[in-house]
């Protein structure tokens, strides 16, 4: 009984506590990952960053697209459930344990994000600030509150950010 329920407070914190730095966890529907990518214009070799990957689907799916890919994720269930389901893709994908707005992120032609409204303005900084170049990002559900989409369906949007790049 005390154990089941040290289980389950621990599983509350881990879902919990997310919510102070990002949002909670819901996953993209399936038709909605393939709606991405088949919007967004990417091609098999390419790069893609995933801010808060839940139980990886999008990053399974970024591989099955010949695409790598790099997923944040800040709730350890979340986390160890995405680490071994792209267990046997781990040449192509990365999982990282930690907060994606404090992170380093790397070279890519496109992120993909799934938050918050109120997350979207600051989103918006970080990718400006992060300096990687023109990079494409598809949100799921929500728009950024000072850009226009180039494509929008079915609650996808993809939007075409320009700007200089300072990494290699
Ligand atoms: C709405 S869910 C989307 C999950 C996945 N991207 C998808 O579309 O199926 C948001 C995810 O982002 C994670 N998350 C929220 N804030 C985060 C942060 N600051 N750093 C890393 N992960 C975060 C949550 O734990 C959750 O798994």
Redesign the pocket.
């Known amino acids: 009984m005390a154990i089941g329920l040290i289980i389950l407070a621990i599983v509350i914190w881990c ?1 919990g506590f ?1 919510l102070l ?8 529907l399936k038709k909605q ?1 393939k709606l991405a990518f088949d919007l967004a214009d990417l091609k098999p070799g390419d790069t893609i960053i ?6 990886g ?2 990053l399974l799916a970024a591989e099955r697209a010949g695409l790598n890919v790099v ?5 350890p269930i ?1 986390f160890i459930i995405a680490k071994l389901r792209t267990m046997p893709y781990r040449d192509k994908v990365k999982v990282v344990f ?4 404090r992170k380093k992120w790397p070279q890519a032609e496109a992120i ?5 409204p109120r997350l979207m303005d600051k989103l918006d900084n970080k990718i400006v600030l992060e300096k990687l170049g023109d990079i494409q990002v598809i949100s ?1 559900a929500f728009k950024f509150p000072k850009r226009q989409p180039v494509y929008e369906q079915d609650g996808v949007f993809i939007y075409s950010f320009k700007g200089p790049k300072i990494k290699s």
């Open positions: 879902f997310v730095s990002g949002a909670p966890y819901l996953p993209t990952i995933e801010l808060g990957c839940g139980d689907r999008v997923g944040y994720e800040l709730n979340l930690g907060n994606f707005w993909y994000v799934f938050l918050l799921f």
